[in-house]
């Protein structure tokens, strides 16, 4: 049974930064895709961001590319999303997800273990 569990969210001003942890138990962490997704309120869950299993690559969504950096612990079974330069519209639950996709998932249905979220919320 795989289970993610992220951390790291909270309150924070706008211009702020937060790191989101995501940890995840299984012994194949590191054969597998990882992704962020976040969903704010009335709105469809959308994806922010993927890395490879060796964390050679990287793929973003146009509205974090450049403000986020998403990267991977494979020792420590641990997928991070570095979030700089926060704004308003970054307010949402963030979940982190696991992919046995073979190319860059960026669809939610190619993820098939979600963590419970964390809740992220940019004050203006």
């Known amino acids: 049974q795989v289970q993610l569990v992220e951390s790291g969210g909270g309150l924070v001003q706008a211009g702020g930064s937060l790191r989101l942890s995501c940890a995840a138990s299984?012994?194949?962490?590191?054969?597998?895709?990882m992704g962020w997704f976040r969903q704010a309120p009335g709105k469809e869950r959308e994806f922010v961001a993927a890395?490879?299993?060796?964390?050679?690559?990287?793929a973003y969504a146009d509205s974090v590319k450049g403000r986020f950096t998403i990267s991977r612990d494979n020792a420590k079974n641990t997928v991070f999303l570095q979030m700089n330069s926060l704004n308003p519209e970054d307010t949402a639950v963030y979940y982190c997800?696991?992919?046995?996709?073979?190319?860059?998932?960026?669809?939610?249905?190619?993820?098939?273990?979600w963590g419970q979220g964390t809740q992220v919320t940019v004050s203006s």
């Open positions: 299984g012994r194949t962490f590191n054969r597998y895709f």
């Open positions: 890395i490879t299993w060796s964390g050679g690559s990287t």
């Open positions: 997800a696991r992919s046995r996709a073979i190319v860059v998932p960026t669809t939610a249905r190619e993820y098939d273990y």
